[in-house]
Structure formats: structure tokens, C-alpha cells
């Protein structure tokens, strides 16, 4: 089901009691990131803040509305994100039999994508309301932390066209509020933005950017997916809620914005300009990121729909909202590593690490060295180059669970021969590293080792057989009535097919 707009999607959320209306005054600054922090955190409803506090109280303000895995999956329009993985699955199947990326490129031609990509609409809710002569400080902009060097757009989808070949590209990237129509533009070093505007600096051209608020939370999440430069966001949009985003021509800039977004900020980047100081700003690793220069959008108009709502998020120290944004991404994006990397099993972002921080993998290992491989092909692929911490295990492994991962890769680890350490670039967020974006990753390989790699005759670990534990559990469950399920159900117990003990080499 494709929402129309925001609201749509609050009404739904309302009618399963997952939406809370907040009648009482709240303060943009701070209290609204404090009370949503406290709703993220203990799998709380989305907040609607009915009544922001001060003089930019005029448009109610959304918050949590991806806050558990039911309604980032709802947001997608389905009931769990793993159906459009399975979707996509498929389609990849069918896609002619060539690399990923030219499959990748080929997607939007084939079956029910060829009629997903966005299309042109004459007019859009969005420019209900149109203001030439905006002032920025009517906005319930929120700042989410005492250190913040003032209020920030949090969720937004901002849009801008590589200046050689058009192509759009949908990032989410914050914003801060500089002045009444200045925003500093926070898109980091990596991004695809960042290539645009490297583009029009070298063209000598102003940049045209549109930023998108609101509407069919899908398009919001598609916003924060890592897409590889060339797919556009909004055809992704298309896929997961069935239904072709429309678009409409901006009213000040040459780029299309959707149709149906809550409020759309217009404008330039003047690439000629000196940079700004922005930050600094409580980030995704629950750390300030300190304040440093980025491009500054001078703004030429805000849009809107009658009845707008302004969604907003804030991050900081995990679990909050954005890891569920997260668990979408690696849901969605491990069938197209399958297709590079099909000895992949599964594949875990666990909160702690703060997506960059921390990556669990298992596969199926078919060679010495097999999960090294991996992890210098990971370290080589988009984003996932940033990882700073690969910990690849073998396939029977709940990668999941976070309890069993520290037994397993604590046990199987041999520190001089089963870490490796290599140098590159590093998520632009990251403190630690010695040097802005440039720092060291480290792979873990926490396999069985087979005698090839200086393994000596490995052990089981301990399991019963499943039919045995099935009946013990039942009997536990009459002597001691209402127990909780026990801990050690969560060890896999290995297939039937392979129930013998093994000894060295799998
Ligand atoms: C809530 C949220 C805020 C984000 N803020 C930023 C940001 O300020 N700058 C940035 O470069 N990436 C930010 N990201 C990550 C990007 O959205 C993500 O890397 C995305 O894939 C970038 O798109 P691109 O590949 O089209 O550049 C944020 C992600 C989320 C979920």
C-alpha cells in the first residue's frame, strides 16, 4: 500500500495504536529529541507534537515514526521488510546472467520495475502553499543535543543532478539553520552529492538542490540507502511501495521534487562561495561530531502542502530510531552483496556498532582464507568500505545474536593469526581514526580454521540432538510452568544431515 502522504501513513499508524498525539507544549529545542530518544529506546510509539513550543509552532512535528521493525516495515508498505529482500531475490533472478552492475542498471527495464520509474506530474500537494521570501526560523527545526551548534533538518531527502550526465540522486544528508534562508549543506566526503558538487565547482555553475520533507515515509528511507551512484532513489521508492513516485518540477530550481512531500526547501549552492562552519552536532555514534566547513544553500523558496506535518528524528547514543533504518538497509542490500559475494549466509549491523562501527557476517566457507577474501572484497564495495570492523563466522552461526557472536568469535579467534588490520578510508564520523576519514579497519576471521590455515583438531560446540531437547524442554515446562524460554535454545543446533562429531578440517 503506497501512502499519498504523511498523514496517510499517521492515520494508519494511529488506527494499530502506534501513534501517540502529543497535545501538550514541547520545545523544539531539546525536549521534543529528549522525550523522542526515551520513545526510540524502549520501542515506543511514533509522537505527533500537536503544540510546538515557541514562535515556530506552526507545523505539527512527527517523530519515531520508524521506531521499531514493524513500522520501519509498514513505512516500506509491507509487513516485513524480509518480503521485498525475497522480491528482489527473484528479480535478480531473472535479470540477464551478466555482473552486478550491468544487472543493477538493468533492474528498472524488467517485469513490475519498468513501471515503477518515477513519473512527471502537471502539480503536487507539495506547492499548495508556495513562499518565495521563506524564513526558515517558522519551522519547527528541532536541535536534538545541549552541544549542538543550533537546530538541524534531520530527516530530510535532498536532491540535486550530476552536472555531466543529469542523473539524480536522492541523499539524506542534515542540515543546519543558518539564518533565515542559509542552510549548511552536511554531505560528507563519500557521498554522491559531494561528486556533484565537485562537478559544478569544476563547471563554474551554481548548483540547483531541492530538499524534500515528509510524504510517503518510503521515500524517506530510500533517501538513507546506500544506491550506487547512477540508480536513482525514487525508482527504488517505486519498487517498495508499488506505485511510481510523481513528480513535479521545482519552483525556483531545474529538478523535480515528489509530488506528494509534506514541504519542499528550493535553492542554490554556489560552489565559487567559501565554505561554512557547521557542527558541531550529536551524531549516529552517540559522540559530537565536531563543527567543521561545508557549502551553505542560499534559499529561493519553501513549499508546502495545506495541513503539512514536519518529520524529524534524532540520533545519539544507540539503539535509536536510525538503526531501524539500518536493519532495512541490510535486509534490502544483502541480496545484491549475494550477487558479488554469494558465500554470504546472512549479514548483521548490531546497534552498538553504530552501522559503520560494526558488521557481522557468516558464509559459506569453501577455501582457505575464504573469509579474508571477504572481507577485502567488503572493504572494496560502496559504502561498505567504511566498515570498520569485519567479524566474518561460519554459516551455523545466529549472527543475530549478539550473546552468541562474543562467545563464538571469542573461542575461534587466534589474535596473531586470525585478525588482520588494513589501512583506508574511514567513515567521516569516526573519532578515532588519526586522521579526517583516513584510519585503519580491522577484519576478525572468527571461521572454523581449517589445517590449511593452522587449525588443529576442532571441536563441536555442545548441542543436543533437537528431538531430545524438544521433550526435555516440554518436561521443564510441566515441572516448572510458565519458565522462560531457555538460553541455550539459542545455540544452533547443527543439521541432522551433519550430526556426527567432526574433527579438524570441516
Ligand atoms: C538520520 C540519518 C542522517 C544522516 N545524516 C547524514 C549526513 O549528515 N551526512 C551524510 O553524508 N550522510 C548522512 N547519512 C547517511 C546517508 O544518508 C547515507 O550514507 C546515504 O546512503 C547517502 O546517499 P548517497 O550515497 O546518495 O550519497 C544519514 C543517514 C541517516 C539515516
Redesign the pocket.
Known sequence: MAYRSLREFLERLEKSGELVRVKDPVDPVLEMAALADRAAKQGGPALLFESPRGASGSLPVAMNLFGTRRRTSWALSCEDFEDHAAELRALLRTAPPQGIWEKLRMLPKLGKLASMAPKRVGSGACQEIVERDPDLAKLPILTTWPHDGGPFL??PQVITRDPETGIR???????QVLGPRKLAM???L?????AHYRGYKKRGERMPVAIALGGDPALTYC???????GVD?YLMAGFLRGEAVRLVRGVTVELEVPADADLVIEGFVDPAASLVREGP?GD?TGYYSLADDYPFLEVTAVTRRQGAVYPA?V?GPPPM??YW??VATERLFLPLLQMLFPEIADMAFPAEGCFHNLCFLSIRKDYPGHARKLMHGLWGS??MANTKTLVVFDEDVDIHDFSQCAWRALANVDAKRDLIVVEGPVD?LDHAAPAFALGAKVGVDATRKWQEEGGREWPEPCVHAPELLARMDALYQRLVPGAASPRRARIPVPPAASWTPRKGTA
Open positions: 534531520t530527516l540522486n536522492v541523499g539524506m544528508y542534515r542540515l552536511h554531505w560528507q563519500h557521498k554522491t552529492a559531494t533517501a538513507s540507502a546506500p544506491l550506487p551512484p532513489e552536532f549516529h528524528t540520533v530510531e536510525d533504518l539500518g560502496g559504502q567521516v
